[in-house]
């Protein structure tokens, strides 16, 4: 049964996200701003989270949202699904998403994706892609909006330790904005090995942010601490 939930909204999934696209033609032909894809985007993710919630039975609770910064900042947060890709378009409105070069090629979401515009990194360049990374966090930042990284580059198992990528000590480095740190365990429901999504709850955690101006190998030491202290008793959680 929850085998055939799943390929019910990955059906509805589909569906949903051909609606929107739709509306590129208007969005084109009237010159929408970057602020109105943006919340066209929020409508879409919006809409994925409902079918989630009401076909498979994945819902989702957030806890420590006080830690959230007033300001602008960079996020990192472990990567274990599409879910966490989705979802914080509207857990964090606005936000610049750094996102892998191969998914500008998926129909619909590439536009959005680009226009609204997140920073897209296509690590075949690469020093080049940490120069762009860092010239469009920058600019994101200017725009009053955070930047999010997922730190490991990839989507991981949950199982295996963090490990955080070079060029994420670098943007700590050079943005000097706080870090918040955040965990999900998502994996658990909507993960690479999963054969289908599962009915649950996933946790959005949100940590103490971190100030700048630590050393690049001090601060990942200590925003890895922060996810994997948050990580290791959710996932022994199922």
Known sequence: MQSLRSRTFDVLFAGWTALLGL?????????????????????WARGVLFELKHIVGLDYVENGREHLPDEPCLIVCNHQ??????????????????????LIRVPVFAW????????????EVGTRALKIMMSEARAALARGRSV????????GS??????????????????????LPVTVDSGQYWGRDQPFKRAGTITVSYHPPIRPGLAANEFIRVAEASIEG????????S
């Open 230 to 237: 948050a990580r290791d008793p959710l996932e022994c959680r």
């Open 112 to 123: 959005y994706l680009k226009r609204s515009p997140m920073i897209i990194i296509d690590r």
């Open 158 to 179: 949950g199982r295996d330790s963090l490990a955080f990528k070079r060029g994420v000590g670098v943007l700590y480095s050079k943005l000097n904005v706080p870090v």
């Open 23 to 43: 509306g590129i033609p208007l969005l084109v032909l009237f010159r929408a701003p970057d602020r109105t894809i943006r919340s066209v985007s929020r409508l």
């Open 81 to 102: 699904s599409t879910w966490e890709t989705i979802a914080f378009l509207l857990l964090v409105p606005d936000v610049a998403i750094v996102a892998k070069h191969e």
């Open 148 to 155: 999010l990284v997922f730190p490991e580059g990839t989507r």
